[in-house]
Nanobody, 125 residues
Framework: VQLQASGGGLVQPGGSLRLSCAAS????????MGWFRQAPGKERECVAA????????YYLGSVKGRFTISRDSAKNTVYLQMNNLKAEDTAVYYC???????????????????WGQGTLVTVSS
């Protein structure tokens, strides 16, 4: 399984970015796909996660209403649409895949087997 994250960049506060995670090398119907981030000097945290086939979705409290995780099955790609970005959203963002996770594990990074390489998001004026 390979995950390729892209879409990061520099954006002004209040702006938007869409991150993409192209997945290959496996069948993802039983996977949970997550987006994590890690800012300098901070712990890694899960910002959003969803089952590949829909249903349960998790969002970090501070991003609810601003971030949306979605999936294009035809392209085997998971997206993270980020709107109204704030300086505190600055981090390296990673996508990850974990098989057959229960909802309470959606935000537990150690439950994910596969990780993309990370893409840097910088929110600054």
């Amino acid at each position: 399984v390979q995950l390729q994250a892209s879409g990061g960049g520099l954006v002004q506060p209040g702006g938007s970015l869409r991150l993409s995670c192209a997945a290959s090398g496996g069948t993802f119907s039983e996977y949970v796909m997550g987006w994590f981030r890690q800012a300098p000097g901070k712990e890694r945290e899960c910002v959003a996660a969803r089952r590949w086939n829909g249903g349960s979705t998790y969002y970090l409290g501070s991003v609810k209403g601003r971030f949306t995780i979605s999936r294009d099955s035809a392209k085997n790609t998971v997206y993270l649409q980020m709107n109204n970005l704030k300086a505190e959203d600055t981090a390296v963002y990673y996508c990850a895949a974990g098989p057959r996770l229960i909802y309470s594990d959606f935000n537990q990074g150690h439950r994910y087997n596969y990780w993309g390489q990370g893409t840097l998001v910088t929110v600054s004026s």
